[in-house]
């Protein structure tokens, strides 16, 4: 059973940024994909990013390159640091993590941009 803790979530100002953190309780070189969902106060989970083995990335359409996905394979940790945060990216942010083809989910981190 994978476990995957989220921190840094908060509140931000509109065009600030904020560090997202996911640590999985295993090494995560064994996970296919790692990646940030959100899901918004009356609308679906939506893809933000995500991350490959082989270090492939992909967004939602709606980044527009101000989010970037890294990871800290000696730490068992997922970043997303998100840049120019707009009052719509207001969510909680739940961490994933895909391995044999079975997905497992944190709990979710609050991210409010408001001014």
């Known amino acids: 059973q994978v476990q995957l803790v989220e921190s840094g979530g908060g509140l931000a100002q509109p065009g600030g940024s904020l560090r997202l953190s996911c640590e999985a309780s295993e090494s995560i070189l064994s996970m296919n994909v790692m990646g940030w969902y959100r899901q918004a106060p009356g609308k679906e989970r939506e893809l933000v990013a995500r991350?490959?083995?082989?270090?492939?990335?992909r967004f939602g359409d709606f980044v527009k390159g101000r989010f970037a996905i890294s990871r800290d394979n000696a730490k068992n940790t997922v970043y997303l640091q998100m840049n120019s945060l707009k009052p719509e990216d207001t969510a909680v942010y739940y961490c994933?993590?895909?391995?044999?083809?079975?997905?497992?989910w944190g709990q979710g981190t609050q991210v409010t941009v408001s001014s």
């Open positions: 991350i490959g083995s082989g270090s492939y990335t």
């Open positions: 994933n993590a895909i391995k044999n083809d079975y997905a497992y």
